[in-house]
């Protein structure tokens, strides 16, 4: 069986390690020339973390990754506000938890990428004919493939959502903000950011900072709005919206590097009738983006790979083993995506007063009994639908 994904993010990447431990032949396209450097900072926990043990994947990820201990929002003048502790979010999910930026998380699933695994960059679908006998790909560099099975893992603007399920207007669902995400290089900024994530205390834009161990620093930015279209010049818009900001926000946007270097986009959920269509299928947020708000999009799209191939080989058709995946799955990245909608105001605040209300809720966190809750709501409920698992590969 040949399959052929679309997308060398962490779902496609995740769901390559799958199948070629399940003997599928596998082919991985992304449409970028070669792996994308922009990124933010994760917290990685959840059904990905177990999927990605199981897979024999944990110990690289684990090598980059980073201990954060704490959150501390910081006023126009630097002064610490409010703090948020990491520690008992890693008690609730006993310690398995790290964070590590996204890039380095697909580069540890890449450099574990067995050599039967082919990777294309530079090329990606420009048709898809799905037909009795297998899925025919024309792609953007002019060749051709044939598969028995097509995925899409190719993020909330997914190609083959447009061309197999219709345009991206129909299924993207934006909440309301902008993120983005920049690196860069300050020694002063480093040594004041390094070992907790820091960010600004504001009111309808936040920017983080962390200080990463290469002596580069991280930037993660958020703000509301409803604008439907993203800025043809990413670096102006953050300059734009964020240049007002104290502390040393200024300085970092004064690293912010050009446009193309910018991870920047919309704050946004994807919704799908149908994950499949014959032998075409989603994965990842191509189908169930959760967004940044519910920070566990790389754990699903790895988790939801390893549903997909535990399905696939359950099945003695493929057809079958993508209904199967679906309805087991659905319902995990449906709860997810209502949690996030439910907390969206307080993600980010609002007004003056929001603020102040998230500040007493952080000091009311402290509390033993009520920190260990707050924890668990955050970390959300365990999807108990990957029991089982072993470091073979097999369902």
């Given at each position: 069986m040949k399959a052929v994904i679309c997308g060398a993010g962490i779902?496609?990447?995740?769901?390559?390690?799958?199948?070629?431990?399940?003997?599928?032949?596998?082919?991985?396209?992304?449409?970028?020339?070669?792996?994308?450097?922009?990124?933010?900072?994760?917290?990685?926990?959840?059904?990905g973390y177990d999927a990605a043990e199981a897979m024999g994947l944990l110990p690289?990820?684990?090598?980059?990754?980073?201990?954060?201990?704490?959150?501390?929002?910081?006023?126009?003048?630097?002064?610490?506000?409010?703090?948020?502790?990491?520690?008992?979010?890693?008690?609730?999910?006993?310690?398995?938890?790290?964070?590590?930026?996204?890039?380095?998380?697909?580069?540890?699933?890449?450099?574990?990428?067995?050599?039967?695994?082919?990777?294309?960059?530079?090329?990606?679908?420009?048709?898809?004919?799905?037909?009795?006998?297998?899925?025919?790909?024309?792609?953007?560099?002019?060749?051709?493939?044939?598969?028995?099975?097509?995925?899409?893992?190719?993020?909330?603007?997914?190609?083959?959502?447009?061309?197999?399920?219709?345009?991206?207007?129909?299924?993207?669902?934006?909440?309301?903000?902008?993120?983005?995400?920049?690196?860069?290089?300050?020694?002063?900024?480093?040594?004041?950011?390094?070992?907790?994530f820091s960010l600004t205390d504001t009111v309808g834009r936040q920017i983080g900072l962390y200080g990463l161990r290469d002596g580069r620093v991280a930037v993660f930015a958020v703000h509301r709005t409803h604008e439907p279209a993203l800025p043809e010049d990413a670096r102006a818009a953050l300059c734009s919206e964020y240049g007002s900001l104290g502390w040393i926000v200024p300085q970092a946007l004064a690293h912010c590097p050009p446009h193309e270097e910018v991870y920047y986009d919309h704050v946004a959920q994807t919704q799908v009738p149908r994950w499949s269509r014959g032998r075409i299928a989603l994965l990842g947020d191509a189908c169930y983006a959760v967004s940044l708000l519910a920070g566990q999009g790389a754990s699903l799209g790895i988790a939801g790979a390893y549903v997909l191939g535990r399905e696939l080989a359950l099945h003695s058709s493929v057809e079958d083993g993508l209904e199967a995946y679906e309805k087991v799955w659905r319902p995990v990245t449906a709860e997810k995506q209502q949690v996030a909608r439910s907390g969206a105001r307080w993600f980010l605040p609002s007004s003056p007063l929001q603020l102040r209300a998230r500040h007493v809720m952080m000091k009311l966190a402290r509390l033993p009994v009520i920190d260990r809750r707050v924890a668990a709501a955050l970390v959300g409920k365990t999807t108990g639908v990957l029991p089982g698992l072993t470091t073979t590969g097999r369902p």
């Open positions: 779902a496609g990447l995740a769901l390559a390690h799958r199948l070629d431990a399940l003997d599928w032949d596998v082919v991985v396209l992304e449409k970028a020339p070669e792996p994308r450097t922009q990124g933010y900072m994760i917290d990685f926990f959840g059904p690289r990820m684990r090598e980059l990754s980073y201990r954060i201990q704490e959150a501390a929002f910081l006023d126009e003048a630097g002064r610490q506000r409010a703090t948020l502790g990491y520690g008992q979010f890693a008690k609730v999910v006993d310690g398995r938890i790290f964070s590590i930026m996204r890039p380095d998380l697909e580069r540890a699933l890449r450099e574990q990428l067995s050599g039967r695994v082919e990777l294309r960059f530079g090329t990606g679908p420009a048709t898809l004919h799905d037909g009795t006998d297998g899925v025919r790909l024309t792609l953007t560099d002019g060749t051709a493939l044939d598969a028995d099975l097509v995925v899409g893992a190719d993020g909330i603007h997914s190609t083959v959502r447009r061309l197999a399920f219709g345009p991206e207007e129909d299924f993207l669902r934006p909440l309301g903000f902008h993120t983005a995400a920049f690196v860069f290089t300050d020694h002063d900024i480093h040594a004041r950011t390094q070992g907790r």
